[in-house]
């Protein structure tokens, strides 16, 4: 519904446009919600839309715009949706997704260190405030999609723990992890060179996208590797958590690349996504109707460095 991102995280290419844009216009800028409504409507000629994804970095900041736009969307789409919102979303914009339709909603919790999550990340929140902001949207009938990341620049094997400490205390409905893909223009991959934990001269060529390869220099590679792997089961199943933190130092390997693959169908669940638009989907933007090979996915290419 717009662009542009007022919050200073690290790890996003958010700041970086908001700085390049100083001074050049407005960097927020919003559809009105009238011409959302007609947006929505010319997709809904072209395909069966059966519910809506707002991908919005985050949805619903400007509360006077969602009250206007939930108005309008009730009467004219009335269809469920899934957006991106916060951990510290105000309970007045929860009572808006509610009203609107919502049925889920994808919070970036990130670490549940707060020393990596406030002074390296720039997400100022405590994790008394994540669990009640996903407290209260579970309690108002919304799912949550708790998105996470490990092997960020000094994070110790307990602060990777703590991270799904964090989702278990949240009561996540489905929990996501990728390791932390430093990408050279990221404030936190600056301030990683800066401090000797990624190497010098690092630049898009060194820059990889798959998913379970971590570049940043830590004693705890495979352990990384493994837990981002078998995150989700972590944090929904409290028997296997134990096991889990035994054969985490395991090398990494077929079995656990596998079951990390699988974590692909929260998103099926979530999403509410339909059994064939699916499997086109993974076999055409992926080259795999399963999605083992690349994306948002684990991969079973771990590079050894």
Known sequence: TGVGCPYPCT??????????????????RSKSPEYMICEIKSVQKLAPLRNIHFSDDTFGLNIEWLEEFVNLYKEEIALPFTC??????????IELFKEGGCIGVQIGLESGSERIRRKLLKK?????????????FRKSGMKVMATNMIGIPSETLEEAWST?????????????????????????????????????GFSLEDFSAEALNPVVKTPFRKEFVNIANLFSLSVKHKLLRK???????????????????????????????????????????????????????????????
């Not at 991106?84 to 914009?93: E, G, K, M, S």
């Open 124 to 136: 100022m929140w405590l994790d008394e405030t994540a669990v009640e902001g996903c407290h209260a």
């Open 164 to 200: 799904i400490e964090l989702n278990v205390k949240c009561k996540i409905d489905y929990a996501r992890c990728n390791v932390f893909l430093p990408h050279p223009a990221l404030d936190l991959t600056k301030w990683a060179i800066k401090n000797g934990y990624i190497k010098e």
């Open 84 to 93: 991106n919102a916060r951990a510290d979303t105000p309970f007045r914009v």
């Open 11 to 28: 790890f996003c290419h958010s700041i970086n446009f908001m700085r390049e844009t100083s001074g050049k216009g407005k960097f927020m």
């Open 243 to 305: 096991l889990i933190k035994r054969v985490c130092h395991l090398r990494p390997n077929a079995f656990f690349n596998f079951i990390g693959s699988l974590n692909m169908f929260q998103d099926f669940f979530f999403f509410q996504l339909k059994v064939m638009p699916s499997y086109h989907y993974f076999r055409n933007t992926i080259g795999s109707p399963i999605g083992f090979k690349y994306g948002a996915w684990p991969t079973d290419k771990v590079k050894k460095v």
